[in-house]
């Protein structure tokens, strides 16, 4: 299946952080300029910019950084009816600098924050009205009180046919300690049918134990009686590979190199080309279990997450950083 703009709709639904990234001039370090950021709401915006119906979930501040933010993900073609604003919290900011390779190091002004507020009831019940892919990433699990509703989520959206995306993007610098909460990321992995994570995250989540094993303990093997969850690994190597693994197939994928202006958002981009386009699928009625038989269908859809991520390192910031439709087909021929 060629790439294509999706004609029936199948929501990609993002919760959890969206956030003002300050990123740093690369012309004059004191300087830094706003842009649009956070993970899911990267997601969300790739999604809505390559065509797919794309929906945030998440909680905004009542503050000049919530109007500006709400507007970005309204201009891009994101729905914004589940998100709320409180009083009661600032938005979050995070200040972004970038070594002579690109790559970042994070500062974060969170906790608190306003994202870390939203409730299970904050969500709109004909959000879960017909089936979609809910996707979220650690940054959720950093409290209590928002663990408790990344899970409620969860529970609300397979109840509902969903399937459950989740990129563990760990930022260690927000959890408590310094360290993310290995166990509880684990938990949330193991509830989701599409896993996206990096290879330093997964050497760090295998925390010594083989990584081969680890994955094999991953994914949930049918036996006779049992048809076990469809689950699809992605496990993404910098500019190095990608490697898929799914109950049907293993592969690994070259990504070649491209002249890298800033990491920002390549990640979120991979993932929200790798929802759009199965979003495209589900919408045309094949199941994901069928789509992870199908070799070429995996091929394509991993090389159309990478050309997404790949654009996206040629360019400053977040939301703008994402390629739209036109040119992420471009990449592709």
Not at 81 to 94: E, F, S, Y
Not at 259 to 269: E, K, R, S
Not at 287 to 294: F, G, M
Not at 296 to 301: H, K, P, Y
Request: with cysteine.
């Amino acid at each position: 299946m060629p790439a294509t703009q999706s004609r029936k709709k199948y929501p990609v639904c993002c919760f959890g952080e969206v956030l003002i990234d300050f990123l740093q001039d690369p012309a004059d370090s004191a300087v830094f300029r706003r842009f649009a950021g956070g993970a899911p709401a990267n997601v969300a915006v790739a999604v809505a910019k390559l065509g797919g119906d794309s929906q945030f979930i998440g909680m905004l501040g009542q503050d000049m950084f919530g109007d500006f933010l709400q507007g970005e993900l309204q201009r891009y073609g994101v729905d914004c009816q589940a998100i709320a604003r409180t009083q009661a919290a600032k938005t979050a900011l995070a200040f972004v600098a970038l070594d002579n390779k690109g790559d970042r190091s994070f500062s974060f002004y969170r906790p608190p924050a306003a994202d870390l507020l939203y409730q299970p009831t904050d969500c709109p019940a004909q959000l879960w009205a017909e089936p979609g892919i809910l996707h979220l990433c650690s940054n959720s699990l950093t409290e209590a009180a928002i663990a408790a509703t990344s899970f409620a989520l969860v529970q609300q959206a397979r109840q509902c046919g969903w399937l459950i995306s989740v990129d563990a993007n760990l930022r260690h610098n927000l959890w408590p300690g310094g360290q993310a909460d290995r166990a509880l990321v684990m938990s949330l992995l193991q509830q989701a049918d599409l896993i996206k994570l990096s290879d330093d995250e997964l050497q760090f989540l295998a925390n010594g134990q083989d990584s081969g094993e680890w994955i094999g303990q991953l994914l949930p093997r049918p036996c006779a009686d049992v048809l076990a969850q469809p689950r699809w690994l992605v496990v993404t190597a910098g500019a190095s590979e990608v490697q898929s693994f799914s109950q049907q197939q293993l592969m690994s994928m070259p990504v070649k190199p491209v002249p890298v202006l800033d990491t920002t958002a390549a990640g979120d981009a991979f993932v929200g080309a790798w929802l759009y386009q199965l979003s495209c699928r589900l919408a045309a009625g094949f199941s994901l279990d069928s789509l992870l038989q199908d070799q070429q269908a995996v091929e394509q859809i991993l090389q159309g997450a990478i050309a997404a991520g790949s654009l996206t390192c040629q360019q400053y910031g977040s939301f703008a950083a994402l390629p739209e439709f036109s040119e992420w087909q471009a990449a592709l021929v």
